[in-house]
């Protein structure tokens, strides 16, 4: 875990606008017609909507993503009763989870009140403005009163997260440690060291799965809570053993097959870990410092099964697993209530979603080559982004079937599509992409089958159905890469195409090569020696028609591909230059960028080749072209350099092209913003568009454009998109990771796919 100075923590809470969340407005408010509609008198017509239909509250307001976060500060972290004011920042911060994780907006609510009944009148009292209401940082065993009672008097969603919170995310690991130790719920031994609200809901969340209440003993800061004790709460009563003999914590876990701990750190001993049965699971969930450290466990156990709440070791039990998805889930089917079966779909989709294969991405997020279900990952990472499809789901659902739902989903892939856009992992622009090419798989070659991310992405994209796979190498490296990587090769074709079982085909690709460049000096020995490179030997293979799309980049500098697929492959019939475009896929949409790759200081007619091709590459998409040809001055304010061949294309494209929206040279201002461009520049043929389209006056500028805005926006970069070739030629960098080369591959199955119909 990075340390974290007193320092820091305060200049990250202080800098800039203090605090950690804000409101934005959702709506247009720069005109008086926006402001009227906002509050007077517009404001009136939803207002008596409402008063008709108190349930249209969800259509006109932000009631039903809106959550209240509340405490009173008698629990702060490991901090204590530390007052409302002061628990103000955790508020916060878990404010801004929820947005992060499951685009939900939050208030805190900070109530200066410890009397029980008088917390619950406040509570209700502002329940209205919300859909749902997270109670936090609250002491027991107020807390369980507090909870049972609004849970009872109010019609929304509600959690102590506190309680159930951990609870979920740790029956989830307990179910899948169990199956890796190979025991069954039902006959192991448990010993949960603290008594407090999340060690209770702990514990009957685990008797809910199907452990059983005499196997469990629970031990608090006086020793072994049992029956001989006289000084016991009511809910400690609940946990309390017949088997007196037991009196600390020591005693209790001998023999056992379970330890949870949600107490304080270094309270279990390697001793106490070696006195556990066979493969024994150590949840050891104190925080900063856990019961045990992992090195002492895994010391003392070399079979231990062990998770902690910290991000530095294997297994981390961290409630934003859950919460944000469960009130997602929640939120969206307008539940009236957060009940026992909701937290158990959570913890089940949670438990299932760490046996699937884990996504590049998360892997990366943590420096690891592979995470695979088994004793160093049951449980989920928390930027897995799969988590908000499967556990909101799974929620919903769950609130549907046990009839607390009032607005049901119908349409589930709809719902799980709506939610990768809500948190933008996955737009419909890029799904569409994935669909276009599942509905055809082609043959793709991958020229650097040894490197480790093209393998990736050639396993994951005929793992996603959009290809057919062939690799270029050594077979012996690649299969021995896969193993490392544990990646698995069935269905994926593997050419080495330097072995001798490939002469003949290099013999043929050399005599129909030479034969297509005789009037360029080429001859068949030199055409046959430049079949043992990979960008000629795969770019022959689509050329022939043996395979219907090329993919590289990853090792070869760009001069050099750029040489071969114009020997090999061509640029289409009217046209003298080919050239690359990146979409830059955001929340508004995609935004297509050209030529960001192939041409670096072009002439006027390259200009001209580059938006013929943007236009034909955004028509293959889908979209109707509206292209703005960026410079440094607009509209001929400056009539040399670069500049001028710029204005000469546009008005060159202007005149062969009349019905085509382009326009410049502009500033890339101009370009996006349309009322700022119609105002001082209304005779522009863009007048009233939307420009999606950005053509550079050079490669620096364009190439530095593309990465400046991947790098500063969260926006998906998908390229570069060849454009001008005769075939599916496509080309990856060496900074590609595997979700870029896996796209990339959509787009030359695609490319493949129109190529295919244009031959019927």
Not at 293 to 314: F, I, K, M, N, Q
Request: include cysteine; charged fraction near 25%.
């Amino acid at each position: 875990m990075a340390k974290i100075t007193k320092e820091a923590a305060l200049l990250y809470h202080s800098q800039g606008k203090p605090g950690k969340i804000e409101v934005i407005p959702t709506k247009p408010h720069s005109t008086q017609t926006d402001l009227s509609l906002a509050y007077s008198p517009g404001v009136a017509e939803p207002c008596l909507e409402i008063e008709q239909d108190p349930f249209k509250a969800y259509d006109y307001t932000a009631k039903g993503n809106l959550v209240a976060v509340i405490s009173n500060g008698t629990a702060v972290l490991g901090l204590g009763d530390i007052g409302t004011l002061a628990g103000k920042p955790v508020m916060e911060g878990k404010g801004l989870l929820f947005k992060i994780y499951a685009g939900i907006d939050v208030f805190d609510i900070e109530i200066d009140e410890k009397d029980p009944e008088r917390f619950i009148q406040a509570v209700k009292a502002i329940a209205p403005t919300f859909g749902g209401i997270n109670l936090e940082d609250i002491k027991a065993p107020e807390c369980f009163e507090i909870e049972e009672r609004l849970k009872a008097e109010l019609d929304i969603p509600l959690m102590h997260d506190d309680q159930h919170g951990t609870a979920i995310i740790s029956s989830a690991g307990l179910l899948n440690a169990l199956e890796i130790a190979g025991k069954r719920i039902d006959e192991v031994k448990i010993v949960v060291n603290g008594a407090g609200a999340s060690a209770s809901s702990c514990t009957k969340l685990y008797l809910a799965l199907g452990a059983k209440k005499e196997n469990v003993v629970m031990v608090d800061s006086k020793g072994v809570i049992s029956t001989s004790r006289t000084d016991l709460s009511a809910s400690k009563r609940f946990f309390a053993t017949e088997r007196t003999e037991l009196k600390t914590l020591a005693d209790a876990i001998k023999g056992a097959d379970v330890f949870l701990g949600l107490s304080k750190g270094n309270v279990l001993s390697q001793d106490m870990v070696r006195s556990m049965a066979p493969n024994p699971i150590v949840f050891a969930l104190a925080n900063p410092t856990p019961e045990i450290a992992y090195e002492d466990a895994v010391e003392a156990r070399p079979d231990v099964l062990l998770a902690t709440g910290r991000s530095d070791y294997p297994n981390q039990i961290n409630n934003v697993i859950g919460f944000p998805y469960i009130f997602r889930g929640a939120l969206d089917v307008r539940a009236t209530t957060i009940n026992e079966e909701m937290k158990m779909a959570a913890a089940l989709a949670i438990a299932a979603l760490a046996k699937e294969p884990v996504p590049d991405v998360v892997n990366a997020a943590y420096n690891l080559d592979k995470l695979s279900f088994g004793p160093s990952y049951f449980i989920p990472k928390p930027v897995d982004q799969r988590l908000i499809t499967e556990v909101s789901v799974a929620v919903a659902k769950a609130a549907m079937d046990s009839g607390v739902a009032r607005q049901p989903i119908e349409d589930w892939e709809a719902y799980k599509t709506k939610l990768r856009q809500l948190m933008g992992y996955e737009s419909s622009f890029t799904r569409r992409l994935m669909d276009m090419a599942r509905s055809n798989p082609k043959r793709v070659v991958f020229a650097e089958g040894i490197h480790p991310n093209m393998l990736r992405a050639a396993v994951e994209a005929k793992n996603e159905g959009i290809c057919f796979p062939i690799l270029l190498g050594n077979d012996e490296r690649i299969q021995k890469l896969a193993a490392e990587l544990d990646l698995s090769l069935e269905g994926i074709e593997i050419v080495n195409l330097r072995h001798d079982n490939q002469a003949e085909r290099r013999e043929r690709y050399a005599r129909i090569l030479a034969e297509k460049r005789a009037r360029e000096g080429a001859n068949f020995q030199e055409s046959n020696d430049k079949m043992f490179e990979r960008n000629y030997f795969g770019m022959m293979m689509v050329e022939t028609g043996e395979a219907d799309a090329f993919i590289t980049g990853l090792y070869t500098k760009y001069s050099n591909t750029i040489k071969v697929a114009k020997e090999v492959i061509g640029i289409r019939e009217g046209f003298t230059h080919f050239a690359t475009m990146h979409i830059l896929n955001g929340p508004k949409g995609p935004l297509f960028l050209a030529d960001t790759l192939i041409n670096r200081h072009p002439s006027t007619d390259t200009l001209v080749d580059v938006v013929r091709h943007s236009a034909n590459t955004l028509r293959f998409f889908g979209k109707e072209p509206k292209i703005a040809l960026l410079s440094y001055s607009n509209f001929g304010s400056d009539q040399v350099g670069s500049p001028a061949s710029v204005h000469a294309a546009v008005a060159r494209v202007q005149a062969q092209y009349p019905d085509l929206a382009i326009d410049g040279e502009m500033q890339v201002n101009f370009a996006l913003n349309k009322e700022l461009r119609d105002k001082v520049y209304p005779f522009s043929r863009l007048n009233g568009k939307d420009v999606n389209t950005l053509v550079f006056p050079n490669l620096s500028s364009a190439n530095a454009s593309y990465k400046l805005l991947q790098a500063m926006t969260d926006c998906e970069s998908i390229g570069p998109i060849q454009m001008g070739l005769n075939k599916p030629i496509h080309f990856t960098d060496v900074e590609s990771s595997v979700r870029d080369i896996v796209n990339v591959t959509a787009i030359a199955v695609i490319d493949a796919i129109v190529e295919e119909s244009k031959r019927k």
